[in-house]
């Protein structure tokens, strides 16, 4: 019987099996056919630690004999209220109110929003956006809106609205970038919205933090709100726990999911600073932030997130993620001298090549091929157009990467 399911982000006439996973454990996922697969991608980026971490399975069981969902307007909870704390302990001093909502896409909506309606309660309205040129922050109409726009959201293209695109910072060019958001800046939009260092869905583009901190500064000398979507980058995905670390930025709203529970169950916060929170602050109800999902604060999602926080605190993360961000660098020194295979990039755990072929781009007939050619080969990995690339949950086990990487060099062999 065919599944009734429709899938994201897959097209359903080509007839691609779709395997069954029944269990999942540290780097892998096992089939409901026997296999053992190794997740090169966690997951689409979500898991940190590995799959299952048993802290974070341990706080979800507990918390499940405790609370299940609860209206968040106007009432809290305990693994809320720890999570909030944690979250203010850990991350920039100046980000001191957190928001609570259920996805990536979701986090930046309330970001965009956050930055609306402080210029709109300080009676300055303002409402353009500026973005990066490639940029990735979600489906969603207003976060397709603030993306790359192509194939993947053509059809929408006449319900998004207009924004500002100041160009990537390639090498060489980085001084264009920084006059072109100056430029932008001078027209007083409300916000800037960056995926800090690495631009992920764009093709894994990476750029230096000087160009960060200076495109902060920018946004700081002429008032623009610098809105940080460390949705991907976030919990030492770049070798830090934030991306912004790496070039001492502290933006006014910062945007967090993927790893806030180690991947393992739904949850996004949105932070900012006491300037956005206090613009929303009024004895005047229709200054009140208007936003909520049902979902909000999910005290289940929280514990895991708190759970998460703990595994930060008390374990080894920082030393595992050096010890992975090694091991790419040299699977990708090899890799980069092979016949067809340019760009190589790194950044923390992330490792990424382009494979040169004829057709470029995100419906590259390449995609697909190398696609099967990994699944074939009980591999999770899922090129980006023509580029590969790896980022494994920080479990990763030395002969799983290298069998990724002997994947990858085979398909060069026989695919280029
Ligand atoms: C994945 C991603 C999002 C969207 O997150 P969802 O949870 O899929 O809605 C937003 N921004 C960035 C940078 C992402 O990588």
Redesign the pocket.
């Known amino acids: 019987m065919t599944s009734p399911i429709w899938h994201p982000f897959t097209q359903h006439g080509l007839g691609d099996p779709i395997p069954r996973i029944v269990r999942t454990e540290g780097a892998a996922l096992h089939t409901s056919d026997g296999r053992r697969i190794v997740d090169a991608i966690s997951s689409w980026?979500v898991t940190t630690h590995g799959h299952r971490h048993p802290r974070i399975m341990a706080a979800i069981t507990e918390e499940a004999g405790r609370m299940d969902q609860i209206i968040f307007a106007g009432w809290t909870h305990e693994p809320a209220e720890t999570l909030a704390h944690g979250l203010v302990a850990i991350m920039p001093e100046a980000l001191r109110h957190v928001f609570f909502s259920d996805?990536?896409?979701?986090a930046?909506e309330v970001a965009l929003k956050m930055a609306l309606g402080y210029w709109r309660n300080r009676d300055e309205p303002r409402d353009r956006i500026l973005v990066l040129e490639h940029s990735?922050?979600?489906?969603t109409i207003g976060?397709m809106s603030v993306g790359e726009r192509g194939v993947y959201n053509r059809a929408y293209a006449p319900l998004l609205f207009d924004v500002g695109t100041i160009p990537f910072p390639h090498p060489g060019a980085e001084q264009a970038t920084l006059d072109a958001l100056e430029a932008a800046c001078r027209a007083a939009p409300a916000a800037f919205i960056v995926?800090p260092l690495v631009l992920?869905?764009g093709g894994m583009l990476i750029y230096p933090p000087h160009v960060l901190a200076e495109m902060r500064a920018i946004c700081a000398r002429h008032a623009v709100l610098f809105i940080a979507?460390e949705?991907?980058t976030g919990w030492g995905r770049t070798g830090t726990l934030l991306a912004c670390e790496q070039a001492g930025v502290v933006p006014d709203i910062l945007?967090l999911?993927?790893g806030l529970t180690g991947g393992a169950v739904p949850l996004?916060v949105t932070m900012a600073t006491a300037a956005i929170f206090d613009a929303h602050l009024s004895d005047d109800r229709a200054r009140m932030f208007f936003h909520s999902s049902s979902y909000t604060a999910n005290p289940i999602a929280c514990a895991a997130a708190n759970a998460n926080l703990a595994i930060w605190r008390d374990e080894p993360v920082h030393d595992r993620i050096a010890t992975l961000g090694a091991r790419q660098a040299a699977h990708l020194d090899r890799i980069a001298r092979l016949p067809g295979v340019t760009n190589p990039r790194r950044i923390g755990t992330i490792a990424a090549v382009d494979l040169q072929v004829g057709d470029r781009g995100y419906l590259s007939d390449l995609g697909p091929k190398l696609l099967r050619f990994f699944t074939a080969r009980d591999l999770l990995l899922r090129p980006l157009g023509n580029t590969v690339y790896v980022m494994p949950p920080y479990c990763i086990d030395e002969a799983d990467l290298d069998a990724v990487y002997a994947a990858i060099e085979e398909a060069c062999a026989t695919l280029l």
Not at 103 to 106: D, E, I, Q, R, V
């Open positions: 980026w996805s990536g896409s979701t930046v990735y922050h979600g489906d976060t995926e992920g869905a979507d949705v991907m945007c999911s993927k996004a």
